[in-house]
């Protein structure tokens, strides 16, 4: 089993950056595929990115060259930097754990941290 816990979110301004981190238990996290998604009010929750064990990593289209997916298998830990953020961007951010399946689908993962507020003003 593994237990997630995110952290980092905040309040930011439109252009700023921010980096949320996600701190894992268990001594099988490597065999993991890693997630971030999020969920912003009123709307469902949708894939951000996702890094494989081995670093290979996946984004969603709207995210590509602002958002940057990083893992550290020694630590248990991934990260995911968000630059030029935008107010669209404000959501509740979910790290999340999957053991196997497509990595951009939310029944993939099994295991989900508390979510991290992350709010971008204009």
């Known amino acids: 089993q593994v237990q997630l816990v995110e952290s980092g979110g905040g309040l930011v301004q439109a252009g700023d950056s921010l980096r949320l981190s996600c701190a894992a238990s268990g001594r099988t996290f490597r065999r993991y595929v890693m997630g971030w998604f999020r969920q912003a009010p009123g709307k469902e929750r949708e894939f951000v990115a996702a890094?494989?064990?081995?670093?290979?990593?996946f984004y969603a289209d709207s995210m590509k060259g602002r958002f940057t997916i990083s893992r550290d298998n020694a630590k248990n830990t991934v990260s995911l930097q968000m630059n030029s953020l935008k107010p669209e961007d404000t959501a509740v951010y979910y790290c999340a754990a999957s053991g196997g399946g497509s990595y951009y689908l939310i029944p993939s993962y099994a295991y989900w941290g508390q979510g991290t507020q992350v709010t971008v003003s204009s």
């Open positions: 890094i494989t064990w081995s670093g290979t990593t």
